[in-house]
């Protein structure tokens, strides 16, 4: 079992950034990859960002390409995502996901992430 708790989310204006955070606890060892997804009332979740856990490959959706960053810290085994000029667009529950070895599925894809944070709201105001 993988344990994920996000924090670092609320109300932001319109260009304005947040930083979310995802503390990992258990299994860890066996994660390949960790990211980010988002949903938004009404609409299915999406892919945001994407890192392995070795921190050497990392992926972004084109929509948040140049504004968000996604890393994180080995020793404190915690995921983050930078996220800047924000837009009301994104307003969204932020999800943190960990996928484990041998588990098929693209990066993109909810099929491809085992275990799921309980997710951080994000407002974005206009």
């Known amino acids: 079992q993988v344990q994920l708790v996000e924090s670092g989310g609320g109300l932001v204006q319109a260009g304005g950034s947040l930083r979310l955070s995802c503390a990992a606890s258990?299994?860890?060892?066996?994660?390949?990859?960790m990211g980010w997804l988002r949903q938004a009332p009404g609409k299915e979740r999406e892919f945001v960002a994407a890192?392995?856990?070795?921190?050497?490959?990392?992926y972004y959706a084109d929509s948040v390409k140049g504004r968000f960053t996604i890393s994180k810290d080995t020793a404190k085994n915690t995921l983050y995502l930078q996220m800047d000029s924000l837009k009301p667009e994104e307003a969204a529950v932020y999800y943190c996901a960990a996928g484990l070895y041998g588990t098929s599925g693209y990066y993109y894809s909810t099929y491809r992430y085992d275990y799921w944070g309980q997710g951080t709201q994000v407002t974005v105001s206009s």
């Open positions: 890192i392995s856990w070795s921190g050497g490959s990392k």
């Open positions: 258990g299994r860890t060892f066996s994660t390949s990859i």
